[in-house]
Structures are given as structure tokens and as C-alpha cells.
């Protein structure tokens, strides 16, 4: 597959009568793109792409007849002389990106690179820079013009990455990432439109590394935080980007939790000691920002889950600091008190988050059950997933306000946060009576539908008297209240009319059922095609026949078939037999015999 996509993006211009004259042409963009995406990269697999990497130079090798000798190594240089096709130049472009990738692979390790791991994966580095340096001097005698620019377009990316991944000389970084994407932004406006489409990605790609090296310059006025939605881009030239951003990241955070000494909920304060703990929490802040930020409603839901499972893992890996610190504070009983309370307040932090990423759930799955199905593939949502979502948030609001409510001294705060809690979970439960009467009237049963959706209809006057007692400003709960009591109202009605028809049209349905049945069993018999043979009858694509095609019945009926006769003998048991003793013949015994007996 690999020797095929060469062919399809090389070609060797045969103008010149000359070998060493031939000008050879490689669109190497396309090549390793589809190379990358072939073989690992579009799951972000740098170990598997070097093995491919490594494969391919093998194969390339034999072809070529360019080994380094069979006993003893012997190196050969790719020299300018060499280069008689196009393939020479593909080694030592697959020697750069084999390189390459084996130092990403370093750079993607669960816990980072080590200070050993990491001299290795610099020195990965510079020998894919050393590849793509001389396979920009062979492109630049055995190439076409085009080639030649890609090429040390290339160079310089690598050149750029070195430099990125040392964290010094950002000025001469910067000047490479502008040489590359400057080659890239012109080669993007010619040639076919995947062409076209690879170079501007590849721009967009070199778009946040040439920000992040205005910034460490001082050129550029972005914030730390900022970064974040530069590195929510995808692509293998956006790898190194990404660690390097989260580095600079947790160093910010760490920067920042110096500071972070108490921790204030509900008119708590909380000592904050340990400086995990502190990063663990700034963590979590910042990502709620993001959020409930101005830039929040541009967030599309996928996005939005993603951020919050973040979330859950900064609180759940401060609440397992917090307990950890907890278990050996020993008997100070101040401490304790204070690890106790920060707990509490963590947990009740991270009970809001579910609350809120389930009732996103519910959103998206609401959309999908009002809006119509416009694809053949697209998945619609039934009420029953609803009643489960809505069993979800019951379960957290329950769960939430028996945390609120556990401690001796509660602050106004927490009372007003207790009472909120048991306004959602009554606006939760008219919800899901509501999707289960939607249930149970989709199966038919009109009965309890009618009965959930009056019982919906109770509970949503009742939310809307407790939102008005307690002076709630939520306009947004209000409205869905209303809607959602409109709604079962009306509901209500239907299943109530549906029930009436129902019964009033029941005899009737089933005395035209019963008058269809014949006792004489003159009924029209169906047909099956192996009953008629010797008819043709288009079954297949005819719009005149009705129903599904029966080609013999199954299982098939029983059928009498031939037995022998089974004999049954009443009279043998009285039956008197004459003796024949008179005809049995008799043991004559001897003299000797007998005295043996």
C-alpha cells in the first residue's frame, strides 16, 4: 500500500537525456500524511508508525540493493551521486520521520519523560533533523522546484520542533515556524484541492506553536490560560504543542496555588496545607470557568462532556489528597476538623458538577427526542432513557442535600443550597412522571398514563407555589414548569379521550373479528408458491401484491402415513392349553446313577 501511494505521489520528469539530470518529484506533504494516517497516527500511535517507518526503509533497502554490507557494518552515505530515482530520496525521508516519531513516542510516556528518557528523545530529535537537512540538499539539486520548497519547508519544521522541545532560541523557533507556514500558505494556493486542503491544515496546525513562541518572546499579549482553547486543535504537528502547553500549565497552576492558602464554600473557610491539593482545586476552578465563561455557549455538548470529566478528575484527586492527609493527621483534632469540612465541601462541589453535566444529558436527549429523525442512521432517544437520566438526578440531589444537611453548624448558605436541592428534586420527579407516562402511552396502556400525567400535572403547581414562596429568581425553571404543566394537562386529556375510544370502539372490533369466523372452515386458505407451481406469479417487485411473499408453510402439517398393524391379544390369558407331558421324552437313569443322586 505504501509502494502504491509513493507511485500515486511521485512522478519523474523524463525530459532530460541525462540520469544524473533528472529532476524527480515527490509531493511530500501527501505522502506522510496518508502515510500517518495509515499507519497509527490517526489514533495518535507514534510506536506503531515507527514500525511501519522501520519496515518501509527495510523494504526500501533491498530493492534498492544499498546495504551496508552483509558481515562486517558498513555505513553508505546517500550522496548526490547516488540519487539515480526517486526512491533514494525516500530513505532519507523515512529515516527523518522514523526519527521523528521515535521521539514523540518518548514524548507521549504515562508519567513523562524522565531526565535520561529525555536526552534520548533530544537526541531523536536532532538525528530527524539531521534526515530532513539532507534530504532538503537532495531536493534542492534532484528535485523540480516544487519539491525543493516542500522540502525545506520540511526542514524547517523540524529545525523549529528541536528548538520548541530545548525551550530555548525562540527567536530563531519562531523564524522556521514563519519559514515553513510562509511555504505552506503558498503551495496551499495552487495545485489540486487535496493538496490545497493538506497545506492549509498544516498552517492551521503551525498557527498555535508560532503564538506560543510570540508569547515566550514577550511579542504577544495571550494569557497562560488562554492557551487552552489554542490546544483543543487535533493533528500530529499539534503533539508537541500539547505537552508542552500542559507543562506550562500545571507550572502556572503551581505558581498560582502559593497563593491559594484558604478555600471558601458557603461561608466556610478552609485551610488548604498541602500543594497538591491546591493545584488539584485551581484546576478544577479554571476548567468551571470555562464553563460558566463568556465563551461557554459556543462549546458544542461533546466539548462540554469532555470538560466535565476533567473536572471530576481534579475533584476526585484532591478529595483522595485530602483523605489521604486525613488518615495521617493522628489526633490533632483541629486538623482533623479542618480536613473534615474541606472534604465535605469537595464532595458537595463535585455532586454540583454531576448534577449539572446530567442535566446536559438530559438536554441533549430531549433534543433528540422533539426533533425528527431526518437520517436513516440517527439514533432517536425513547422516554424510558429519560426516566433512567431523571432516576440519576434524584439520586444526586438526595445525595447532595444528606451532605448538606450532615454538619452541626450550618451557615445560611448551606441552608439556602439545602432548600434549592429540594426544590430541583421535586421539579426532577414531576419530569420524570411526566417521561413515564410518554412510556407508558407509547405502549398503549391508557390507564396509567393518564393517571402519571395527572400526578406530573400535581407536581409541577406544586414546584411552581415552593418557587414563588421562596422568592426564587430562576426564569428559566419557572418557564420549563409551566411548559411541563401545560403539557400534562393536555396530555392528560388525550390519554383520557384515547381510553374513551378505546373502550367504546372494543365490542365493536371484536364482534367484526368474531364475525369473520367460519365454522365450516371455508375460509379463504393463503397460498403458499409451492402449492402453485405450474402458475408463474411475480411476487418480487410488483406494487399489486399485498403482504409478504409465504413460500410453504412452516412447520408444515402432519399427514397420515402407512403403519403396520399393531395386534393386541386380549384372550391369551384364558386360554386353557392341553398338557403334553405324554409326548415329552423321558431321562432313563442307570443303576449307578441313581446311587449318586
Known amino acids: ?8 505521489a511521485m512522478e519523474v520528469d523524463d525530459s532530460q537525456s541525462d540520469p544524473n539530470m533528472q529532476k524527480f518529484s515527490i509531493n511530500v506533504l501527501q505522502l506522510l500524511k496518508s502515510a500517518q494516517m495509515q499507519h497509527g497516527l490517526r489514533h495518535g500511535d507514534y510506536a506503531r508508525y515507527r514500525r511501519y517507518c522501520t519496515a518501509r526503509l527495510r523494504r526500501l533497502y533491498r530493492s534498492l540493493k544499498f546495504t551496508h554490507g552483509r558481515g562486517r557494518y558498513a555505513r553508505k552515505a546517500v550522496t548526490e551521486s547516488c540519487v539515480t530515482e526517486v526512491r533514494f530520496l525516500h530513505l532519507v525521508l523515512y529515516s527523518a520521520e522514523r526519527a521523528w516519531s521515535h521521539a514523540m513516542e518518548k514524548r507521549q510516556l504515562p508519567d513523562g519523560p524522565n531526565s535520561r528518557q529525555r536526552i534520548h528523545l533530544i537526541g531523536r530529535l536532532r538525528k530527524a533533523v539531521k534526515w530532513a537537512t539532507l534530504f532538503s540538499q537532495l531536493c534542492s539539486v534532484k528535485g523540480d522546484s516544487r519539491t525543493s520548497l516542500e522540502a525545506e519547508a520540511y526542514a524547517s519544521y523540524m529545525k523549529a520542533n528541536l528548538l520548541f522541545e530545548q525551550d530555548r532560541n525562540w527567536d530563531t523557533a519562531l523564524m522556521n515556524f514563519k519559514s515553513a507556514r510562509a511555504v505552506y500558505e503558498e503551495l496551499g494556493k495552487y495545485g489540486d484541492l487535496e493538496n490545497q486542503v493538506l497545506c492549509r491544515e498544516r498552517v492551521e496546525e503551525l498557527e498555535p506553536s508560532i503564538r506560543y513562541c510570540l508569547h515566550k518572546i514577550g511579542e504577544s499579549n495571550l494569557q497562560t490560560s488562554e492557551f487552552l482553547h489554542i490546544g483543543e486543535m487535533e493533528g500530529p504537528a499539534l503533539d508537541l504543542f500539547k505537552a508542552k502547553l500542559e507543562v506550562v500549565m500545571a507550572e502556572a497552576r503551581t505558581q498560582q496555588a502559593a497563593s ?3 478555600f471558601h464554600w458557603l461561608g466556610h473557610r478552609f485551610p488548604i496545607s498541602n500543594a497538591k491539593t491546591r493545584v488539584a482545586i485551581l484546576k478544577a476552578q479554571d476548567l468551571e470557568k470555562d464553563l460558566n465563561g463568556p465563551a461557554a455557549e459556543s462549546l458544542s455538548s461533546e466539548k462540554r462532556l469532555t470538560v466535565f470529566d476533567k473536572i471530576f478528575a481534579a475533584y476526585n484527586e484532591a478529595r483522595s489528597c485530602i483523605r489521604n492527609e486525613l488518615a495521617s493527621a493522628g489526633n490533632a ?3 482533623k476538623d479542618d480536613l473534615n469540612g474541606l472534604d465535605k465541601a469537595v464532595s458537595a462541589l463535585l455532586l454540583q458538577q454531576t448534577i449539572e453535566r446530567n442535566q446536559l444529558l438530559v438536554s441533549i436527549a430531549k433534543s433528540k427526542l422533539i426533533k425528527r429523525r431526518e437520517e436513516k442512521n440517527e439514533k432517536v432517544t425513547k422516554p424510558e432513557e429519560l426516566v433512567r437520566l431523571y432516576d440519576l438526578l434524584l439520586q444526586n440531589t ?3 442535600c444528606d451532605l448538606l444537611t450532615s454538619g452541626r453548624d450550618q ?7 439545602a432548600k434549592e436541592c429540594e426544590l ?4 426532577f420527579r414531576a419530569e420524570r412522571c411526566f417521561y413515564l407516562a410518554l412510556s407508558y402511552g407509547l405502549a398503549g396502556k391508557r390507564l396509567e398514563a393518564y393517571t402519571l400525567y395527572c400526578r406530573a400535572r400535581s407536581l409541577a403547581e406544586e414546584a411552581l407555589q415552593r418557587c414563588d414562596s421562596s422568592g426564587s429568581s430562576d426564569e428559566t425553571m419557572r418557564r420549563e414548569l409551566k411548559t411541563l404543566h401545560d403539557e400534562s394537562r393536555s396530555n392528560s386529556c388525550i390519554e383520557h379521550a384515547k381510553g374513551i375510544m378505546e373502550e367504546f370502539k372494543g365490542p365493536e372490533n371484536l364482534s367484526k373479528k368474531i364475525s369473520t369466523i367460519s365454522l365450516s372452515g371455508t375460509d379463504k386458505k393463503l397460498e403458499k408458491l409451492l402449492e402453485k407451481l405450474d402458475v408463474y406469479e411475480s411476487a ?5 401484491v399485498r403482504g409478504v411473499t409465504h413460500i410453504a408453510a412452516f412447520p408444515p402439517a402432519f399427514e397420515a402415513v402407512p403403519r403396520n398393524p399393531i395386534v393386541v391379544d386380549l384372550a391369551y390369558n384364558c386360554i386353557e392349553f392341553p398338557s403334553l407331558e405324554s409326548r415329552m421324552k423321558k431321562d432313563k437313569k442307570g443303576f449307578i446313577s441313581r446311587l449318586w443322586r
Request: proline residues 3%; negative net charge.
Open 398 to 400: 438526595a445525595d447532595l
Open 333 to 335: 483534632e483541629n486538623v
Open 424 to 427: 430541583k428534586t421535586l421539579v
Open 540 to 544: 418480487v417487485g410488483d406494487s399489486s
Open 260 to 262: 491559594l492558602t484558604e
Open 1 to 8: 500500500m505504501a509502494r502504491e501511494n509513493g507511485a500515486s
Open 411 to 417: 451557615k445560611p448558605e448551606e441552608v439556602a443550597l
